[in-house]
């Protein structure tokens, strides 16, 4: 290029004007002719100013172009969608600066005006009143009647014979009145403008702390359920020590895992309570002695036996190891002495004797405190849970209650329905009093009713034996009567307390492995069940509600 040119451009370049290229137009002369392909140049670009208002043109027609696809966006929208778009983003007019400030502006105002927190800011808001329905069914608004006479869940809804037909207005109304009526109000979870309290988020915590872990959250209940009693059969208590003989008492110890079976072959035997073997500990043996009853004291130190045609009374010192015959007792004119009961508190010694005679004795030292008389023959006698009254059952069927301590009559009463009184026993929360005859009818008590009224009337008669039944035992929770008839075989029965109703697996009638029961006990925790028949078995039996011994 010619310098005069390159000098010639340079100024243009600063000033921004440039040069007329127009083909023939020279500086002041004539035109020139057009150059060559190679020398052309390229075409002039378009100015700033023309530039920037193309720019422009395209931005309002984009903007045109979204308000109108918002617009028709919006209108497929529903109301309650729209309304809270306006709450949060503001109307459809507000450009971006402007919502940027709306969305910057009262968050920073909030925390400066006040200390609440942002979840305390949003609960203030102040949100639609009414709620629209998302979708209406036009059958909906029909004014329909409902037929409530055909119908008897409707019937019972009808307050007078004139709404024989209803408006289903009319009637949901009513199913919300009936609903809140067996509800006992709006139940929580139906309120709709219930705000969350503090004790809401509680259980919330709760919930989610019981969903983040495992394990069993059912627990066992505490009360023995009625109907059907878990129950195994476990090896025979004297399994290591066999008899033919028949079994006249068992009892387990107050205080460890031992049991006591006593026969008619003059043996007193201890077992080890295991479930599995029980294998043995000791064997006591009374030369021409048939044990008629064996006992444990209170506190499991002694053991008291005495014969079917002797007044002697053996006392065996466990401790010692001693066997301590009393062969008599001043004051005690009884030829025979049979049945006896220990008191709960292990302080008195209570001997059943002849012509309606109730001995009291000192257990201690043996020897006799005083007698109570009853009309006609002791049938049979047994404490309070206390040991500060004595029951007696006579053989005229009326029930005596005296006084431990002052040796007097404190109430009497018949027994309803009994003609021969058997058997009675009273349960260990004081709460029961149970009477056998001799037509197997049990009546069951309560204790103060025995005390207080002349003639009370039974909780319950339980009348599931024939026979006269012989046996009646309490378990130590008073949920469980043991009722049996030494009469008959297979005639015990289990009484589920309070309910007074008769667990229906027991005992198995098709296996007959029970025979006729002369003496039943219950563990100190109900754990295991024992009983001895005629055959020399002391069958025993697992209770599982109870888990310990």
């Known amino acids: 290029m010619p310098p005069e040119r390159r000098s010639r451009r340079r100024p243009d370049r600063r000033t921004g004007a440039r040069p007329d290229r127009r083909v023939g137009a020279g500086p002041g002369g004539p035109p020139r002719k057009a150059a060559p392909s190679s020398q052309r140049k390229p075409p002039a670009r378009p100015s700033a100013a023309a530039a920037a208002m193309a720019v422009a043109a395209a931005a309002a027609e984009e903007r045109r172009l979204r308000q109108r696809n918002r617009l028709t966006l919006e209108e497929d929208k529903p109301a309650v969608e729209r309304c809270l778009e306006e709450l949060v983003f503001g109307g459809g007019e507000d450009d971006e600066d402007a919502l940027l400030q709306r969305l910057r502006g009262p968050r920073v105002q909030a925390q400066e005006d006040s200390g609440d927190s942002e979840v305390e800011n949003e609960a203030k808001d102040n949100f639609p009143p009414q709620k629209k329905p998302v979708w209406v069914d036009e059958e909906d608004e029909d004014e329909e009647m409902v037929d409530m006479m055909n119908n008897r869940f409707r019937k019972d809804m009808m307050k007078n014979a004139s709404e024989s037909k209803l408006s289903k207005e009319e009637l949901q109304k009513r199913l919300k009145e009936e609903f809140q009526h067996a509800m006992g109000g709006v139940p929580s979870w139906a309120e709709t403008k219930k705000r969350k309290t503090s004790s809401d988020d509680e259980s919330e915590e709760d919930e989610d702390d019981l969903l983040q872990r495992t394990g069993n959250f059912i627990s066992t209940s505490t009360s023995l359920p009625k109907g059907i009693l878990k129950m195994k059969n476990c090896q025979h208590a004297n399994a290591e020590r066999p008899t033919t003989a028949r079994i006249s008492s068992v009892q387990f110890h107050p205080r460890a895992q031992v049991v006591m079976v006593a026969a008619l072959d003059n043996t007193v035997s201890l077992f080890q309570v295991d479930g599995k073997t029980n294998p043995k500990i000791q064997s006591i043996y009374l030369e021409n002695f048939p044990i008629f009853k064996a006992c444990f004291s209170a506190n499991g130190e002694e053991v008291l036996a005495t014969s079917t045609h002797s007044k002697v009374l053996y006392v065996y010192d466990m401790l010692a190891g001693k066997l301590i015959p009393v062969h008599q007792v001043r004051g005690l004119k009884e030829k025979i002495v049979r049945s006896f009961e220990v008191s709960p508190d292990g302080s008195f010694l209570l001997i059943k004797g002849v012509a309606g005679y109730c001995h009291l004795l000192a257990m201690k030292t043996k020897e006799l405190i005083g007698s109570m008389k009853i009309n006609g023959r002791v049938a049979a006698s047994t404490f309070s849970s206390d040991s500060k009254k004595v029951y007696a059952s006579s053989a005229d069927g009326e029930v005596y209650v005296w006084d431990v301590n002052s040796r007097k ?81 297979e005639a015990v029965r289990l009484v589920h307390l309070p309910s007074c109703t008769v667990f229906s697996n027991f005992p198995v009638i098709k296996k007959k492995n029970i025979s006729l029961v002369h003496t039943m006990d219950f563990s100190p925790r109900s754990g295991y069940f024992v009983l001895g028949n005629e055959k020399g078995k002391a069958l025993m039996y697992r209770l599982h509600h109870y888990s310990d011994f």
């Open 409 to 489: 009559c404190l109430n009497r009463f018949v027994d309803e329905g009994s003609l021969y009184g058997l058997s009675i026993a009273t349960s260990r929360n004081g709460q029961y009093v149970a009477c056998g005859s001799n037509c197997g009818v049990v009546n069951i008590y309560s204790q103060d009713s025995c005390l207080q009224e002349t003639n009370p009337k039974p909780i319950k008669a339980v009348m599931n034996l024939v026979t006269g039944a012989t046996s009646l035992t309490f378990n130590a929770t008073s949920e469980i009567l043991a009722i049996a008839s030494d009469k008959m075989k």
